[in-house]
């Protein structure tokens, strides 16, 4: 079955500093994959999603991922964080259910 | 606002009580799910609904149950909670299974087991 990894368990940042999430998948040939993000005390929701096409996916609150199959990559960016951005991040893959990893902190600072 | 709501959103047992989470949906799936995620974890699949069909994951324990008595309402019971049941419970549905299917999930339900 298919997996995520995330390699950043806690990522502190200032204001207006840029950000790049690493999420890689295994192999396993076609994939759809997500990223998710759970605001202290909220329920998770849907930043961004890749199926197919253009492998750049641009998402919701000014977020980007960019899909590279060679890489298995499928990194999260923003290119200035701001302090209410301050969140738990969770790449999956829907494979058949959805699949998560074990997420990224972010913390950003004012 | 088609939703997927769960409460309550924060429910305390004690040890060995057995307790009961509800999840309701209006979006019309087919398809909802049991996710637990504890702190600072991914949240993990425990079990899902196709309609009537039940599917349990391997590693889930015994523990905890499923019903869907309707397309909206699906339960989560927890025969006799233990300390290492205190987590989030997410419900989430889907419209299908399979990779294209976006799964929306509510806010959860934190469990505290005393």
């Known amino acids: 079955a298919q997996s995520v990894s995330q390699h950043n368990h806690h990522v502190i940042l200032s204001e207006a500093a840029s950000l790049e999430l690493g999420c890689n998948y295994s192999?396993?040939?076609?994939?759809?994959l997500f990223w998710y993000v759970q605001y202290p005390g909220q329920h998770l929701q849907l930043l961004l999603k890749?199926?197919?096409?253009?492998?750049l996916v641009k998402g919701i609150k000014g977020f980007e991922a960019e899909f590279i199959k060679s890489k298995f990559s499928f990194n999260l960016r923003k290119p200035s964080v701001q302090w209410s951005d301050t969140a738990e991040y969770f790449c999956?893959?829907?494979?058949?259910?959805?699949?998560f990893g074990a997420g990224t902190r972010l913390t950003v600072k004012p | 606002d088609a939703m997927v709501i769960q409460n309550p959103r924060y429910q305390v047992t004690q040890f060995g009580k057995p307790v009961t989470l509800s999840c309701s949906q209006t979006?019309?799936?087919?398809?909802m799910y049991w996710y637990q995620q504890k702190s600072s974890q991914a949240p993990k699949l425990l079990f899902h609904?196709?309609?009537?069909?039940?599917?349990n994951e391997a590693d889930t324990p015994d523990n905890f149950q499923s019903r869907r008595p309707n397309t909206s309402f699906c339960f989560l019971d927890i025969r006799s909670p233990g300390l290492g049941d205190a987590a989030m419970y997410l419900c989430?549905?889907?419209?299908?299974?399979?990779?294209?299917?976006?799964?929306?999930f509510g806010p959860g339900t934190r469990l505290t087991v005393t």
């Open positions: 979006l019309n799936h087919n398809v």
């Open positions: 192999y396993g040939g076609t994939v759809n």
């Open positions: 999956a893959v829907n494979e058949p259910y959805m699949r």
């Open positions: 609904y196709y309609d009537k069909d039940f599917n």
């Open positions: 890749y199926f197919s096409g253009d492998p």
């Open positions: 989430a549905t889907s419209r299908d299974i399979g990779q294209h299917y976006e799964q929306y």
